[in-house]
Each structure stands twice: as structure tokens, then as C-alpha cells.
């Protein structure tokens, strides 16, 4: 168990609202991802932090923000729900040390779903 | 980016029976990851391929990555019903980053 936690687990949401995935680790690792899944796409990478305020944008990262102001929360935020947001939606993390080989620790999701 | 190609997207077996998915690219791939995710789950890394031609084996699970570092298979000899899941190849690339481009995934079902 890597103390990785999502919060929320659920959420229903409408077209137009701002939503905010959490991210929250225990261990103090470096590297935090969001990912979305979605059928066919398998999983597609959204932002990533590679520090405090350090981040980047992925393949799909249109219409998402992130932020990190302390190591253990990586935030995940919608400014303005769509459909094609609909998703589940998945925090991972990189052991500190493992270099670009790591594996990736993933959460247990956040499924989201944009009326 | 890096594009990684997973075929089949669905298989359907009947429990005892072999199983392969398979992971392709265009280009070279530095290495191969494989994660496993069971329905309603997240994935769980099982195994990391670096070296050409390099197969790894987990009991019923075998794992090779490619002469030319363009493909990688995952072959489970008969399957059980807890074999079911969605497998994924990914590939970290070659950043310092660690960000892995994933395959499309193959949704393996088990029939009892």
C-alpha cells in the first residue's frame, strides 16, 4: 500500500459546475500523475507534479487544471464540467528512488460523471 | 508521444485455456511495464522488461519483450477465473519523469 487516497470516490456533478479531484499521499514521494480511463482509451495522462508547484500537462490535459502546494496533495481540477469529462479518474505515484523505471502506485479512483 | 498498440481489446476463455495479449510500436520502446486491473479495481504493476529479447516468468505468467524492443507479449497458461481483469502494457519512455504512455488494454474473461 503506497497511503495513496482519492477523495471523492463518486461524484455527479452538471455540465458547467467546477469539480476538484484530491489527491492526498502519506510517503513524501515526488512524482504524482492524473490519469482518466475511459473504454478503448485504456489510460491516458492528464497532468503530472514532479515537486511542489512543479507540474505539466499530459496527452489530454484540455479543460484541466492541477495545482500542488504541498507534497502529499496533488489537485485535480474541472473549471467547467463537460460530458466528454465523464471518466474515472486515477491518481498514481512514483517511488522516490526508483528513477524512470518505477512502477506506478495507483489510487483507487475517483469515478466521475457530468450531466 | 509515444504510441503503444494492444491487441486483442477483448478475449473470452474458458478457464484452463492459454491466454496471450500483445503490445506493439513503431518505434523503439525503452521498456515495457505490465499492469493488471481487476473489474472495479485499480491498476497493479506485475512486471518491468528492459532488455531486448528479455523474458520473465511469474507462475502462469510469462512475459517477453522483443528482439527489436518494438513489442512485448503476456502469455498466462491456463487461465483461472481469478485471472479476470483488464491487462495493460505501458512505457515509461525516455524522460526523467517517469511518465508511462499506457496500451489500449486487453479485457480478459475467464468462463468457469
Known amino acids: 500500500d503506497a497511503g495513496i487516497t482519492q477523495s471523492p470516490r463518486h461524484k455527479v456533478t452538471e455540465t458547467g459546475t467546477p469539480v476538484t479531484l484530491r489527491c492526498h499521499q502519506t510517503e513524501n514521494h515526488r512524482y504524482m500523475y492524473w490519469y482518466r480511463q475511459d473504454p478503448g482509451h485504456g489510460l491516458r495522462l492528464i497532468h503530472y507534479s514532479y515537486g511542489v508547484k512543479d507540474t505539466d500537462k499530459g496527452e489530454v490535459s484540455d479543460g484541466y487544471s492541477v495545482s500542488r502546494s504541498k507534497t502529499e496533495d496533488f489537485l485535480l481540477t474541472l473549471e467547467s464540467a463537460t460530458s466528454s469529462q465523464t471518466s474515472v479518474y486515477f491518481c498514481?505515484?512514483?517511488?522516490?528512488?526508483?528513477?524512470?523505471?518505477?512502477?506506478?502506485?495507483f489510487g483507487e479512483g475517483s469515478r466521475l460523471t457530468v450531466l | 508521444g509515444q504510441q503503444v498498440m494492444q491487441i486483442p481489446q477483448y478475449q473470452h476463455v474458458q478457464e484452463g485455456e492459454d491466454f496471450t495479449t500483445y503490445c506493439n510500436s513503431s518505434t523503439t520502446l525503452s521498456n515495457i511495464q505490465w499492469y493488471k486491473q481487476r473489474p472495479g479495481g485499480h491498476p497493479v504493476f506485475l512486471i518491468q522488461?528492459?532488455?531486448?529479447?528479455e523474458v520473465k516468468k511469474q507462475k502462469r505468467l510469462t512475459f517477453q519483450f522483443g528482439e527489436a524492443k518494438k513489442n512485448s507479449s503476456l502469455h498466462i497458461t491456463a487461465t483461472q477465473t481469478t485471472d479476470v481483469g483488464t491487462y495493460f502494457c505501458?512505457?515509461?519512455?525516455?524522460?526523467?519523469?517517469?511518465?508511462?504512455?499506457f496500451g489500449q488494454g486487453t479485457i480478459l474473461t475467464v468462463h468457469p
Open positions: 505501458a512505457e515509461a519512455g525516455g524522460t526523467s519523469y517517469g511518465k508511462l504512455t
Open positions: 522488461l528492459v532488455k531486448s529479447g
Open positions: 498514481a505515484i512514483r517511488e522516490t528512488g526508483t528513477g524512470i523505471l518505477g512502477e506506478l502506485f
